[in-house]
């Protein structure tokens, strides 16, 4: 469910020219959370002009300025959006999709923590920026998260969610002598001693 003014995005396009603008903060929206505005709907649509998540009530907001909205729905109660709806933006040709009813979808979000685990059975390749395992054949990535942060790798412009990582690591690193213990309970003894070797 796209709207007016699609230009599509090809991956040599996306080589050459880096990730178009409305995608670069995919991976810090939270779809199906509550609306902040509208407490009692989730947000289930993408405005590319804004690049926020919305809910229907937003949704009826924003098409009063014709603005592009995309539809994002639930696959695995992962977010995720419609073959069809991006096919006109942006090529996901090297994205893993998986069948949700009849329409096949992209999931939005990474599917893998970096760890390579044990292969299934319909297992083919592994995601090249996770290393989740894909079931398509001639798939990169698992998730348009994914192919975002290889292509702005590619580019050199590094991805949104390395700089924060950074910003926290020296955070932490200035904070060092602050360390505390995550410890729930106390210890049994001020001072345990060992058990007597007999």
Request: net charge positive.
């Amino acid at each position: 469910m796209t709207q007016k003014g699609a230009t599509m995005v090809s991956s040599g396009d996306d080589q050459k020219n880096g990730v178009p603008p409305w995608l670069r903060p995919i991976a810090s929206i939270k779809f199906y959370d509550l609306c902040k505005t509208h407490s009692s709907k989730m947000c289930d649509f993408y405005c590319r002009v804004c690049m926020v998540a919305l809910c229907i009530e937003c949704k009826k907001q924003h098409d009063l300025s014709e603005h592009e909205i995309i539809k994002a729905y639930k696959a695995a109660e992962v977010a995720s959006f419609r073959k069809v709806d991006l096919a006109p933006l942006w090529d996901t040709s090297d994205i893993d999709l998986y069948k949700r009813n009849v329409w096949l979808v992209a999931f939005i979000h990474k599917r893998g923590d970096g760890i390579t685990h044990s292969r299934g059975p319909d297992d083919i390749g592994v995601c090249k920026t996770c290393q989740y395992w894909l079931k398509s054949l001639g798939a990169k990535y698992c998730s348009m998260e994914c192919k975002v942060e290889a292509v702005m790798k590619m580019n050199g412009s590094g991805s949104m969610k390395n700089e924060a990582k950074r910003e926290v690591e020296t955070t932490s690193e200035g904070s060092a002598s602050n360390v505390q213990s995550f410890r729930k309970r106390p210890r049994k003894q001020k001072n345990p001693q060992r058990a007597p070797l007999h």
